[in-house]
Nanobody
């Protein structure tokens, strides 16, 4: 079994920054294809934010965060990061990381991910 734990969420003013971390433990980290970040605001569906392939060679971003968020991976520590800059109130949501063993071309589909973290709250005040 694989466990993912997010951290780094919190309350920040608009224009500020946060860095989320996703630490993975359990079954070998090497048996996956990509790690994704999703978010879910109250009464909204879970939406794709960013994804990174196993060795970091391929990265995807949602249009809403492109140019503001940066995803990276540290395979030495089994950790994926989401650097969030120029935050806006509409970025407020619970952020989840997830690991997939499927094709990276399904990067924006929650059903393509096999393991999920518990989520971390990000609140951006105006």
């Amino acid at each position: 079994q694989v466990q993912l734990v997010e951290s780094g969420g919190g309350l920040v003013q608009a224009g500020g920054s946060l860095r989320l971390s996703c630490a993975t433990s359990g079954r070998t980290f090497a048996g996956y294809t990509m790690v994704g970040w999703f978010r879910q605001a109250p009464e909204k569906e879970r939406e794709f934010v960013a994804a990174i392939s196993r060795h970091g060679a391929t990265i995807f971003y949602a249009d809403s965060v492109k140019g503001r968020f940066t995803v990276s991976i540290d395979n030495a520590t089994n950790t994926v990061y989401l650097q969030m800059d120029s935050l806006k109130p509409e970025d407020t949501a619970v952020y989840y990381c997830a690991q997939s063993e499927h094709s990276i071309w399904s990067y924006n589909k929650p059903r393509a991910y096999d393991y999920w973290g518990q989520g971390t709250q990000v609140t951006v005040s105006s």
